[in-house]
């Protein structure tokens, strides 16, 4: 098994938090990028195999201060040598995927190939309706499930995607849909470029661009690991099961668990992709490791307290929760290998932010010594 880290960004402790408008304030956000800095090289020299934060903005809150996903991968990069770092992910209504694909290969050059990425669709309406690239394009949710809305951000998304993989593994490519016209139809160059013509592809000698490219080329081959955001469904897998994307599913419904990746497989089959038992998800769930069960359960209490109120009202039930001591986590972890023999990479949610360092470190530490060891010497 492979253990990720995951952090929400969250500005301040839940007193903070409590008292309003935390994410305005500098110092608690100054605070909050040194302690993640510490986490990442903690993890990156305990052998922890990747980092992942979202995209969220407007946060004046505090809850969920991630912003910009390249400024935050970068930060994460600038502290670690080996560790993935996961930007997980970009949310497609809210940007051009033309950029996205020249950012995913631009950030996987500048982190030295160790870039892992996800692309979303996007949930919270206060910021995606400011930032979305279309206005017939909404967040979506359990409140507008099913519904126009629902099924026209699906559209848009799986189109995103596409041009985002287009563009990842071709030299030069043309696209036409419903969205985007990548290059415009009829494009032609307003002046004469012979570089285009002499040591390019794509540009007709009488300038119409007929197909263009990004430069530079991923580092990794075809491109960086795609993942699939916080799934929840077999619809979803089944989508990335296309692309070779890996959903990260927190879940506590292990036999539902099992269900979705035997699907999954059998879809990316039909693709011509061949997944090996246990690599087709990422499994995880909120993090708490402590000497005793009862010291993990008493930590837990902010982040019930952040989940009750900051993700439940976005439709979000509870996750699985690895919360305990070494051996109950391990117990667990057990448990999962039964259901998806091979499982091969977890995602742990961790309370940054709502826990002070020292509660963070032993966490990580405790998990890094008394609980990984037992599973990837076996790996």
């Known amino acids: 098994m492979k253990f990720s880290l995951f952090v929400y960004c969250t500005i301040g402790r839940r007193a903070e938090l409590e008292s309003g408008m935390a994410g305005r304030k500098p110092e608690l956000y100054q605070r909050m990028l040194d302690e993640i800095a510490e986490y990442a090289r903690f993890a990156d020299d305990a052998g922890y195999f990747g980092f992942g934060h979202p995209e969220h903005h407007l946060q004046i809150e505090g809850f969920e201060l991630s912003n910009d996903p390249r400024l935050m991968g970068m930060w994460l990069g600038k502290h670690t040598k080996r560790l993935r770092v996961i930007t997980c992910g970009f949310v497609a209504t809210t940007h051009n995927p033309l950029r996205v694909a020249e950012d995913i290969a631009t950030m996987d050059h500048m982190l030295g190939g160790r870039f892992g990425v996800g692309l979303v669709r996007g949930y919270q309406a206060r910021w995606v309706e400011n930032f979305k690239m279309r206005e017939d394009l909404h967040a979506v949710g359990p409140w507008n499930k099913d519904t126009p809305v629902d099924a026209a951000n699906r559209e848009y998304f799986g189109e995103f995607v596409e041009v985002v993989v287009k563009a990842l593994t071709n030299e030069t490519f043309c696209h036409r849909g419903r969205y985007w016209n990548f290059p415009p139809v009829g494009m032609i160059n307003p002046h004469p470029h012979g570089v285009y013509t002499s040591y390019g592809r794509g540009v007709a000698p009488d300038m119409r661009v007929n197909e263009i490219g990004i430069a530079p080329r991923p580092l990794q081959t075809p491109h960086p690991p795609l993942y699939g955001g916080f799934a929840s469904s077999i619809r979803t897998a089944l989508f990335w099961a296309k692309y070779g994307g890996r959903p990260i599913v927190l879940t506590d419904n292990l036999d539902f668990y099992g269900h979705l990746n035997r699907a999954y497989r059998d879809e990316a089959e039909k693709h011509g992709k061949v997944v090996k038992p246990g690599h087709a998800t990422a499994w995880g769930g909120i993090f708490i490791c402590a000497p005793t069960d009862a010291e993990a359960q008493a930590q837990l209490e902010d982040m019930r307290w952040f989940w009750d109120k900051w ?33 091969d990479e977890v995602v742990l949610l961790i309370p940054q932010g709502l826990h002070d360092r020292g509660q963070i470190l032993q966490s990580l530490e405790l998990m890094a010594t008394r609980v990984m060891p037992r599973f990837t010497d076996a790996a």
Do not use: C, N
């Open 311 to 343: 993700s439940a009202p976005f439709g979000q039930g509870m996750p699985e929760l690895l919360v305990g001591s070494p051996d109950t986590i391990s117990r667990r972890l057990e448990t999962v290998q039964k259901t998806v023999p091979g499982q």
